[in-house]
Each structure stands twice: as structure tokens, then as C-alpha cells.
């Protein structure tokens, strides 16, 4: 890429003794090169909110003629500036093989990015960035699972799609009861054969998908055995599905959401209106596995069941507090919602503001423990929306800020959110979840609800 700055001047540095001294013409050009990179960490970000994970603004990353300079004049002074140029320069005039300066300088943005020692922090490249905008569009080809970063970092599998490739595919070898499917908490440790463990999760998703119809092979660790097991999977079309809905007996509905996308408020209404059209007495809310996503899709379901007041606290680096809030119209029925060491983010978000109001209760395990939030930047010039096809350009994702229950409770890496009634997550076959008959989370939960009802009769 060329877009982050001009490149060294031609010629040989002086030098003083053994080490390379850069003139001033090369320390400014230099100066310039980082201008993007560091400003993506440092200025402050438009207005607009767009999503939880992805905090999506209209414009992308511009700096001033007097930002520049303001920039420009904070990396000449670091000694640790000084540093960088000489190993740009090093590496350049020594190493072994010609490289060209654009692809030093996409090592750069990645490095600057990576120095924040953040795991939900990522620079893309275009390819990169193509895929990300394909990850939050709810469409793609693939297998159907989502994967997360793992706190040792590796990458692991957090959820899959009823139905999917991914969830429906037996591992090599199998035998007849042996379970189907990855697993939630399945760590990815090869890709088509190549090894996977130090890579990042974009990369990994990156590597698993690809045209409809064609094989990918997975192998993964999983607890309780001592050597990968490998899935060899047809990718197809995945329609990532937000809203499951049906009615259990004694009039007791069943929401399960699988993420927050932007059409999830909308059909969640419609999922609610549809039970109580069939005379629904109380519901559960299944969160199980529920990675997280869109700020406002999530508040906009937290006011359909929560009283007036806060829904959820953010605070920023350099902008303070935001705080969203719901109106007076609350769900008025016994609310019970099921959580996982899968429900994430914005899943987290509304767990947390639910048990706060004490409007329902909260049964399996705590959740994953992620409260961040992040937002994206495109870098080439252009608005999020307007990114269409497969000219995409660069983009670059941060943490920008923490968030709060109403109750101003942190959640904490790990830790998450724990439930008013634990009932470990034990299912060998997730095609058991859901199903009342099978599914012991459901179970407690169904038994939960039934007697909040007969309290209310």
C-alpha cells in the first residue's frame, strides 16, 4: 500500500561509526510515514454510533494541516521515533531480500496496532477488511461457527448455526454416539493443514472460508482428548440467523437470539407479538452462545423488556459517560434468560441490565467477560455504508471504550457475568439446544419460569 505516507528518500544515510544516522530530509518523510498509523490510535472519533463491537462512524480517519504538524511534532521529538527510522532503514539497505517500502509500511500499521496488547484490537488489510464487513453483514460462504480469541490466545470456537456444516459434520473417525460437530471451547489449532496456533482470529476465519461448495478441513483440541480431531467441511451459504422463536407447553415462549444484528429488534418485536398471540404466560430468553454485536439492536431489545431507566453505561477515553436508557414500556411477564461461557458482549449487556432491574433471573453458567467496546475506521477516504463490492480498502478496529450495567457493574475479562441459578452447560450434542426434552439449562429454566407463573395465579 501507498497510502500512508512517501517513502524514504533514495541514497545513502551518513553514518557515525557503525551506527546509521538518518538526515532531517529522511526523519521528516519518515515522521510522515507514521502520521496515519498514530492517528488512528490517538484522535478523537466522529459522533455517530453505530454498533456494541462495531462502533461504525460516517467518516474515516483525516487529519488537519495543523493535526499533522501537532503529530508530526510529538514523533521527531521521541527517542523511540528515532528508533523506528533505523530499523525502516535497516531493514531496507540490509536485509537480505528487497522488500518493498509498502509492504514494511503495512507491517508497521499492524505493529502499531498490536502494541496496544488488545485482543479485540485489529488493523486489516483490504482482503482483510472485505471479510470483516462480510463478518458483521450476517451473509457469507463458510461453516457456520464463530470464533473468538482465547484469553492464552489462540483461537477457539465460541458458537455454530443450527444446521450448519460446522455444527452437523461428524470428525474423522467417529463412531456411532460419538457426538457431531465442533464444539463450543474447541480450540483451532490447523487450517488445510497448516498450523493455525499463533494466528489471529480474522486470519483464521479468513482461511476457513471460501467458494460455496468446496472442502476445508478443521482440526481442533478438545477437552477430554489427546489428539486434534479433524472435520473436513463443505462450506455453503450462511444466513446467520438472530431471532428462533416457539411456544412450549403451558404457555411458556422460547426466544433464543443468536447475535445482535440490525433487523434483531425487528424481529424479536415480531417474535413476541407472535407469542403472545398464542397467549404466552412467561418467557425465556436464551443467550447461550450469543457472540454479541450491534449497540443499538441490543437496546433497542433491552427496552422492549426493561423499566425506565439506564440500559447501559459507556465510558470513554476522552468523551466521559454515554449512557443509554429504555422508556416505561417493560415485557410485564416472568422473564427467565439462559447464559453460557458464550454470551458475550452485547449479550452481556443485556444479562447484566436484566438482573439489575430484577425483572428476571438468570440461570446456567457466567458469561464470556467482554467489556469493551470497539470501533472501526476505514482509512481510504470513505464512510462505512458506502463500502460496497470488494473495493474495500483498509480498515482499522479499536477498544475505545468500557461499559457499565445500570448498576455500574464492570465486566470483568473471564469472569462475565454470573447467573442467579448455575446449571453447567453440559450438552454433548448441540442439537439438543432448545429442545426441553434434552437440554438440562432449558430444563432448569423452564421450571424456573413455570413457577414464577403460578405465583402471579
Known amino acids: 500500500?501507498?497510502?500512508?505516507?512517501?517513502?524514504?528518500?533514495?541514497?545513502?544515510?551518513?553514518?557515525?561509526?557503525?551506527?546509521?544516522?538518518?538526515?532531517l530530509r529522511q526523519a521528516v518523510a519518515g515522521a510522515l510515514v507514521l502520521i496515519l498509523l498514530t492517528a488512528v490510535a490517538t484522535l478523537a472519533v466522529a459522533d455517530r454510533v453505530e454498533g456494541l463491537w462495531l462502533r461504525l462512524f460516517p467518516r474515516?480517519?483525516?487529519?488537519?494541516?495543523?493535526?499533522?504538524?501537532?503529530?508530526?511534532?510529538?514523533?521527531?521529538?521521541?527517542p523511540e521515533f528515532d528508533r523506528f527510522l533505523r530499523v525502516i532503514q535497516l531493514v531496507r539497505t540490509q536485509y537480505v531480500d528487497p522488500l518493498p517500502l509498502d509492504q514494511l509500511l503495512e507491517g508497521a500499521a499492524r505493529g502499531v496496532v498490536a502494541a496496544t496488547g488488545d485482543p479485540f484490537s485489529?488493523?486489516?488489510?483490504?482482503?482483510?477488511?472485505?471479510?470483516?464487513?462480510?463478518?458483521?453483514?450476517?451473509?457469507?460462504?463458510?461453516?457456520?461457527?464463530?470464533?473468538?480469541?482465547?484469553?492464552?490466545?489462540?483461537?477457539?470456537?465460541?458458537?455454530?448455526?443450527?444446521?450448519s456444516p460446522g455444527a452437523t459434520t461428524p470428525?474423522?473417525?467417529?463412531?456411532?454416539?460419538?457426538?457431531?460437530?465442533?464444539?463450543?471451547?474447541?480450540?483451532?489449532?490447523?487450517?488445510?493443514?497448516?498450523?493455525?496456533?499463533?494466528?489471529?482470529?480474522?486470519?483464521?476465519?479468513?482461511?476457513?472460508?471460501?467458494?460455496?461448495?468446496?472442502?476445508?478441513?478443521?482440526?481442533?483440541?478438545?477437552?477430554?482428548?489427546?489428539?486434534?480431531?479433524?472435520?473436513?467441511?463443505?462450506?455453503?451459504?450462511?444466513?446467520?440467523?438472530?431471532?428462533?422463536?416457539?411456544?412450549?407447553?403451558?404457555?411458556i415462549g422460547y426466544i433464543h437470539l443468536t447475535q445482535f444484528l440490525p433487523d434483531t429488534p425487528r424481529d424479536f418485536e415480531a417474535a413476541l407479538e407472535e407469542l403472545r398471540s398464542q397467549g404466552m404466560r412467561g418467557l425465556i430468553l436464551d443467550l447461550r452462545n450469543n457472540p454479541g454485536g450491534e449497540l443499538q439492536a441490543v437496546v433497542q431489545v433491552a427496552d422492549r423488556l426493561l423499566p425506565r431507566g439506564p440500559i447501559v453505561h459507556i465510558e470513554y477515553r476522552n468523551r466521559g459517560r454515554e449512557t443509554h436508557?429504555?422508556?416505561?414500556?417493560?415485557?410485564?411477564?416472568?422473564?427467565?434468560?439462559?447464559?453460557?461461557?458464550?454470551?458475550?458482549?452485547?449479550?452481556?449487556?443485556?444479562?447484566?441490565?436484566?438482573?439489575?432491574?430484577?425483572?428476571?433471573?438468570?440461570?446456567?453458567?457466567?458469561?464470556?467477560?467482554?467489556?469493551?467496546?470497539?470501533?472501526?475506521?476505514?482509512?481510504?477516504?470513505?464512510?462505512?455504508?458506502?463500502?460496497?463490492?470488494?473495493?474495500?480498502?483498509?480498515?482499522?478496529?479499536?477498544?475505545?471504550?468500557?461499559?457499565?450495567?445500570?448498576?455500574?457493574r464492570p465486566i470483568v475479562m473471564g469472569k462475565g457475568i454470573e447467573p442467579d441459578v448455575k446449571v453447567p452447560f453440559e450438552l454433548e450434542d448441540l442439537s439438543a439446544m432448545g429442545d426441553l426434552g434434552r437440554d438440562p439449562q432449558l430444563q432448569a429454566g423452564y421450571e424456573r419460569v413455570r413457577q414464577m407463573v403460578a405465583g402471579r395465579t
Open 171 to 251: 470428525f474423522e473417525g467417529a463412531k456411532p454416539g460419538d457426538p457431531v460437530g465442533l464444539r463450543p471451547g474447541d480450540v483451532i489449532v490447523a487450517v488445510d493443514g497448516k498450523d493455525v496456533t499463533g494466528e489471529s482470529v480474522e486470519a483464521v476465519a479468513r482461511m476457513i472460508r471460501g467458494p460455496e461448495g468446496t472442502q476445508v478441513t478443521v482440526e481442533v483440541m478438545r477437552r477430554g482428548h489427546d489428539r486434534p480431531l479433524r472435520f473436513v467441511l463443505t462450506r455453503r451459504q450462511i444466513d446467520v440467523p438472530s431471532v428462533q422463536a416457539h411456544m412450549l407447553e403451558g404457555g
Open 325 to 408: 436508557s429504555s422508556d416505561a414500556q417493560a415485557l410485564g411477564l416472568p422473564l427467565v434468560v439462559l447464559i453460557n461461557q458464550g454470551s458475550a458482549s452485547a449479550s452481556e449487556i443485556l444479562a447484566g441490565a436484566i438482573q439489575d432491574y430484577g425483572v428476571g433471573v438468570l440461570v446456567g453458567e457466567h458469561t464470556f467477560g467482554k467489556g469493551t467496546v470497539q470501533t472501526v475506521w476505514p482509512l481510504e477516504g470513505r464512510s462505512w455504508r458506502s463500502l460496497g463490492g470488494e473495493a474495500a480498502g483498509a480498515g482499522v478496529k479499536l477498544t475505545v471504550a468500557r461499559y457499565l450495567t445500570p448498576k455500574e
Open 60 to 78: 474515516s480517519v483525516a487529519l488537519s494541516d495543523a493535526e499533522k504538524q501537532q503529530l508530526l511534532d510529538e514523533l521527531v521529538r521521541s
Open 122 to 163: 485489529a488493523y486489516f488489510d483490504p482482503e482483510e477488511f472485505r471479510e470483516f464487513r462480510m463478518d458483521v453483514s450476517g451473509h457469507y460462504t463458510g461453516i457456520g461457527v464463530t470464533v473468538s480469541q482465547a484469553e492464552d490466545g489462540g483461537v477457539v470456537v465460541q458458537s455454530l448455526f443450527e444446521g
Open 1 to 23: 500500500m501507498t497510502t500512508f505516507g512517501p517513502s524514504f528518500p533514495s541514497g545513502p544515510a551518513g553514518r557515525e561509526g557503525d551506527r546509521p544516522v538518518l538526515t
